[in-house]
């Protein structure tokens, strides 16, 4: 567990592993995961006012607006203040990351540069559980029994946007609407991007980092090279 207050940031294409590497940050530093995805899930579930107008854009494959997720998101975190946490999913967009900024200060953002063709192929084996929002691989996590969530047993899905015509075209979304928050956080000094195809190589690097950022952490073991660019 962090001896103080850290806050961390990941940011990535769709399929480029910000849940498999927030997962891997929150167990080895003791940190909160907070996914993005998961709050409008729950929300959704809850049939909050803002869970029942995200579900109108979600149905639609479309982004949830900015004033409706930090409507959901911000005084999540503002009830946060004594806790450390690592953010997945959020922020997407400059407005995001703008309303973000006005909120907390963060120690660190990544940035996960991964290759077209390795996303595709990720996703093209991504299976998820919908309720939950958990996510298998059937090559690189797969579940304990074939087509069924490990916890509860129901059956996972795969979804439609992860099917490869449309993953270009989120790609393409993707890119045009990340760069802006890139900038900004290049600008601020904290922006650390990792490039690779294998999560399970880049994870070094980045329990490094942390670890760094971090050295009162209890069990980070990694004594690896720096190995990622402050841009
Ligand atoms: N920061 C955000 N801004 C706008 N919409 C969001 C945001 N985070 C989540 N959403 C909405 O919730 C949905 C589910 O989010 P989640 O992060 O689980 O999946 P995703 O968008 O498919 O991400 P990825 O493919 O990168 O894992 C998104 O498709 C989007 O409609
Ligand atoms: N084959 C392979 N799959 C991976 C690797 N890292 C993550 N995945 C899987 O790729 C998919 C996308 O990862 P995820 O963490 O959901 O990415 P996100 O969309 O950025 O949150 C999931 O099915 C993961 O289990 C990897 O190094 N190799």
């Known amino acids: 567990m962090a001896n103080r207050i850290f806050r961390a940031v990941v940011l990535g294409p769709p399929g480029s592993g910000k849940g498999t590497i927030s997962a891997r940050i929150a167990q080895s530093f003791g940190l909160q995961h907070l ?10 579930s809850a049939s909050t006012e803002a869970g029942i107008l995200a ?8 982004l949830v607006p900015d004033c409706v997720m930090t409507c959901l998101l911000l005084p999540r975190l503002e009830q946060m203040t004594r806790h450390s946490w690592v953010l997945d999913g959020f922020p997407r967009t400059l407005a995001q990351a703008t309303a973000l900024n006005d909120t907390c200060s963060l120690d ?8 077209l063709e390795t996303l595709k192929e990720r996703l093209r084996h991504r299976w998820i559980h919908p309720a939950s929002g958990r996510v298998y691989n059937m090559e690189f996590n797969p579940p304990q029994v074939h087509g069924m969530d490990d916890i509860s047993r129901e059956p996972l899905v795969q979804r439609d946007e992860d099917k490869p015509e449309a993953l270009v075209a989120r790609l393409r979304h993707y890119k045009d609407i990340a760069k802006p928050v890139i900038d900004l956080y290049r600008s601020k000094g904290i922006l650390h991007s990792f490039s690779g195809t294998e999560t399970n190589k880049i994870w070094p690097y980045i329990n490094s980092l942390i670890t760094g950022k971090i050295p009162e952490v209890q069990g980070a073991s990694q004594t690896l090279p720096l190995h990622s660019q402050e841009q």
């Open 108 to 115: 660190v953002v990544i940035s996960l540069n991964i290759p």
């Open 55 to 62: 579900k109108t854009y979600i149905d639609k494959d479309l």
């Open 35 to 44: 996914s993005s995805g998961d709050f409008v899930r729950e929300n959704i």
